[in-house]
């Protein structure tokens, strides 16, 4: 099946940082999402890009579909972002919706 | 509109006894799929159903099964437990206009499931 792998494992920033985590995968895709797990366990939905650029405030995305890789920035980083960030894809070959996750990036922001 | 709902949130039972969980997904959406979470073995595809049909599923013993209603509400039901049950179960749901090519999936809360 597809692999996705996610750099860094971990990472530990001071309040105000940037930071650009990375999502490789090995097969084409027609789903990519990046993921914020709270500390409660809940998924919160970031991003959804297959492909191209998107902005959200302090975060931005971007896939390059052909090069199999996806990035999420993360801009003047706050003690709120800290916790787990999952990449998760779909294959573009195959039916069904399953997704299949990266071992995430573990995040803490410090003050 | 309302989220993907979970219930129950948290729930221990033991060894042997079986479980059921449930999953009531976004209004209209009509996927309902299920990832069990656990700190060695990382979020791990469970099965998919759409329109009451099992569309997929992922390497799990027979122990585990599912199912969906003709609402998209699902379960899924776990016999015979084993303590290597114990993790975090999350349920996501997608509205699926595949004619569109949108497979955006949405989480739930997850329900905790301890096993001793």
């Known amino acids: 099946g597809i692999q996705v792998e996610q750099s860094p494992p971990d990472l530990i920033l001071q309040e105000g940082a940037n930071s650009t985590l990375r999502c490789n995968f090995s097969d084409s895709v027609n789903n990519l999402q990046w993921f914020h797990q709270n500390p409660w366990g809940q998924l919160i939905n970031l991003f959804y890009?297959?492909?191209g650029t998107k902005q959200n405030g302090r975060l931005s995305a971007t896939t390059v579909a052909t090069e199999r890789y996806s990035l999420l920035y993360i801009s003047s980083s706050q003690t709120t972002d800290s916790g787990v960030y999952f990449c998760?894809?779909?294959?573009?070959?195959?039916?069904?919706?399953?997704?299949?996750f990266g071992t995430g990036t573990q995040l803490k922001v410090e003050l | 509109k309302a989220g993907v709902t979970q219930t129950p949130r948290y729930l221990i039972k033991t060894r042997g006894q079986q479980v059921t969980l449930s999953c009531s997904p976004i209004?209209?959406?009509?996927?309902v799929s299920w990832y069990q979470q656990t700190p060695g073995q990382g979020l791990q595809f469970l099965f998919e159903y759409f329109s009451e049909t099992q569309r997929n599923k992922g390497n799990f013993p027979g122990r585990f099964s599912g199912r969906q209603f003709s609402n998209s509400r699902s379960e899924m039901n776990v016999s015979t437990l084993e303590l290597g049950d114990s993790a975090l179960y999350l349920c996501a749901s997608s509205l699926l206009p595949e004619a569109l090519r949108i497979y955006e999936q949405y989480f739930g809360p997850g329900t905790r499931l301890t096993v001793t």
């Open positions: 890009i297959p492909s």
């Open positions: 209004s209209g959406h009509r996927s």
């Open positions: 998760a894809v779909k294959p573009l070959t195959g039916g069904g919706n399953k997704l299949t």
